[in-house]
């Protein structure tokens, strides 16, 4: 299966908006960063799932849309969140655990959610989030209106059974659906393709009929033009597209994780030749977008937002307790 | 797929009331409130297997397809976990989905879908889902895999609203409620009353999820029940009568939230009290209701309560097994008269 990349140019991207693609890749690389070291000094219940490394991924894609299309994420979607404009302090401030957070610290890292903002939440069960993208396609349909939905799902959620069956009701429905794998290469602990029957996640999802393609997912200009592709294709009642993002994350599967299962060579490998981040800067730079102060001023905004938050989000108040078994439902009489 | 339960289902209404010819089926009253509802708000829609053309296996969205199309009477592939997370997902997005499961058994297979989605975004995300499940339950035939009785696992989920109606009436009343809340609501339809008949209110008449109905007002026992079991204690409450044994019978409607007013309200004049439940008994919804009963109205009670229930066992095929491990009416008189003898009870 062909592989997409970008060509050498930036044809056809809005040149007006490629440095702030590279801020918000800077962000979220700056906010993984930050959110870890955090995490591992306790300041996060639970724990977390950093995507460093797969910035192109989020940035890419989310550009791909309108701002009104609509996301759904996965347990690791902190980068959908940041890519999707939820404000960097209430998303630090929801791994808190705190009442600032985006969803009041009901969700924390694998729940994040800002419905205005087109992000229809974060996932923790694998698979899942593709089918609320599936779902709020159809409701699109429904409703007459012309957004689309991309959902997010890894290389592990690819060998579970709902992801196609969601994919399948898409397809048949043509619902203005995205499907997106996003492939890292590890599901949790365990290498994808020795769990992965076929040749591909793409070429298994092209038996379901619709259009389906292997995209490099360190190439941010290149995971832009297939979404907005795809984005195009549905909002023109053209149904449902399918993409395998191929891409890696540097960090273990959770915060801390003791990382047996594969070398510090591999990963050393995709850091110095396919960063996504620095493969966009050569790409700036080469077209005389971007010089070094430039880089620098931008990396630095990154950093003082991100410190920003942290404040923010140590300076926030909890929840108010008497208010844990609130908003269940209309059903329910004060979690009684 | 229920082959031989579908070709069971003529005979079995042989076993159905049938009154008045103004009165409408149990599947009917489901068809007119959908309907009205669909005709009052275009966001209302169903999807499912076999309802276009079919109108559901239990005809309860017949002539639905052709009266609104395809777009609002969607046949959907196979697939419990599709079916509802494309609902849960149309809810969200604000329209107001009805899903069909065509039987209840099958929403295994759309668990995560129901459990970790459904019932759980408005309090993770504060968004809320209006969405309705409906599906065909209760013990009939088909085996074990078609009868299970999932009432209290749905009802044991936080977020989560679970109706199971015994009348017409309160069918076409709590689909038409359904339809216009704001959360999720489970609607099981028990198979046996498929054909049942009564009346029906007219296109504002509503019935409230979370209320309770007392289906015969009486004054020495309250049995409680619901959807199938309201038959079994109405049944023998009219043959108790007849030895001057005056019992109330109280149909539940909804299983969560529990109308635990109506409950102890009936047992603070009675004193004595029978549940009567289909499902297996362990964990079931039976023992939720003695609990109620019990921190509510304790010492109001003359009798330990009593609960006559399913067996704790899958549904078998052969209707000579089948009959050995459900409730009949005679369980529910033998129970009646054991909480109303005075002194000390043998525990069951």
Not at chain 1, 81 to 108: D, H, N, Q, S, Y
Not at chain 1, 313 to 318: D, G, M, T, V, Y
Not at chain 2, 65 to 74: A, L
Request: charged share 20%; proline share 5%.
């Amino acid at each position: 299966m062909t592989i997409a990349t970008s060509g050498p140019d930036l044809d056809g991207t809005p040149q007006a908006e490629l440095l702030d693609w590279l801020s918000d890749m800077l962000l979220i690389r700056r906010f993984e960063e930050v959110a870890d070291e955090l995490t591992l000094r306790g300041k996060v219940p639970g724990g977390m799932h950093a995507a460093i490394g797969q910035e192109a991924v989020a940035v890419g894609a989310v550009r791909g849309l309108r701002s009104d299309d609509i996301v759904s994420g996965t347990h690791r979607s902190h980068h959908h969140a940041l890519a999707k404009g939820l404000p960097v302090g209430g998303v630090l401030a929801e791994l808190f655990g705190k009442a600032t957070g985006v969803v009041g610290g009901r969700g924390g890292s694998m729940h994040l959610a800002d419905f205005e903002r087109g992000m229809w939440g974060s996932n923790g069960i694998v698979g899942a989030g593709l089918g609320i993208a599936m779902g709020a396609a159809l409701g699109q349909v429904v409703k007459g209106s012309d957004q689309v939905a991309l959902g997010f799902f890894g290389d592990g959620g690819a060998n579970t059974g709902r992801v196609w069956e969601f994919v399948n009701l898409a397809a048949v429905w043509k619902l203005p659906l995205i499907a997106v794998c996003e492939n890292n290469v590890y599901a949790v602990e365990t290498m994808s393709s020795q769990v992965t029957g076929g040749e591909s996640v793409a070429a298994r999802a092209a038996g379901f009929g619709l259009p389906s393609h292997q995209i490099d997912g360190q190439d941010v200009v290149a995971v832009y033009h297939a979404v907005r592709e795809a984005a195009e294709r549905g909002r023109s009642g053209g149904g449902p597209t399918f993409l395998e993002l191929l891409t890696y994350r540097y960090r273990g599967h959770n915060s801390g994780e003791v990382i047996r299962y594969r070398t510090e060579d591999e990963v050393t490998r995709w850091r110095t030749s396919k960063d996504p981040i620095e493969r966009f800067c050569a790409r700036l730079t080469e077209q005389g977008l971007l010089d070094p102060d430039e880089l620098d001023r931008r990396t630095s905004a990154a950093h003082a937002q991100v410190d920003d938050a942290v404040r923010f989000a140590e300076e926030s108040p909890w929840p108010d307790p008497s208010t844990a078994a609130e908003n269940v439902s209309a059903w329910t009489r004060s979690g009684r | 797929m229920a082959g031989p339960l579908h070709r069971r289902r003529e005979r079995l209404r042989v076993d159905q009331e049938r009154t008045m010819s103004a009165d409408v089926s149990y599947s009917t009253a489901f068809q007119q409130g959908v309907r009205e509802e669909m005709q009052r708000d275009k966001t209302v829609f169903v999807l499912g297997t076999d309802l276009f053309d079919r109108g559901g296996h239990f005809a309860q969205v017949k002539g639905l397809g052709d009266q609104f199309g395809r777009t609002r009477v969607r046949d959907s592939p196979i697939s419990e976990a599709a079916m509802v997370a494309a609902g849960v997902g149309a809810a969200l997005a604000g329209t107001r989905p009805l899903v069909d499961l065509n039987f209840m058994d099958f929403a295994y297979g759309a668990m995560d879908e129901i459990a970790n989605q459904a019932a759980k975004l408005r309090y993770m995300w504060g968004s809320p889902v209006p969405l309705v499940i409906r599906a065909t339950s209760g013990v009939a035939q088909g085996g074990a895999q078609h009868n299970n009785s999932l009432e209290p696992w749905f009802s044991g989920l936080p977020g989560l609203s679970v109706v199971s109606p015994y009348r017409p009436y309160d069918v076409k009343g709590l689909i038409k409620s359904a339809l216009r809340g704001s959360d999720p609501v489970i609607f099981m339809m028990h198979k046996k009353l498929t054909g049942a008949r009564g009346p029906v209110g007219d296109d504002t008449e509503l019935v409230d999820i979370g209320s309770a109905h007392v289906a015969r007002r009486g004054t020495d026992v309250t049995v409680v029940s619901y959807s199938y079991g309201v038959r079994l204690a109405t049944q023998a409450a009219e043959a108790l009568a007849q030895d001057g044994v005056s019992a109330e019978v109280i149909d539940l409607r909804t299983l969560y939230p529990l109308d635990t007013a109506t409950i102890v309200e009936s047992v603070r004049r009675t004193g004595r009290v029978v549940v009567v439940d289909e499902a297996p008994r362990y964990g079931g919804m039976a023992a939720e209701i003695v609990t109620s009963i019990t921190e509510s109205a304790f010492w109001y009670l003359d009798q330990p309560v009593h609960r006559v229930t399913g067996a704790h066992t899958p549904i078998p095929h052969s209707p000579a097994l089948l009959d050995a491990i459900l409730p009949t009416e005679a369980d529910v008189v033998r129970a009646v008269r054991q909480v109303l003898a005075d002194g000390p009870q043998e525990a069951r």
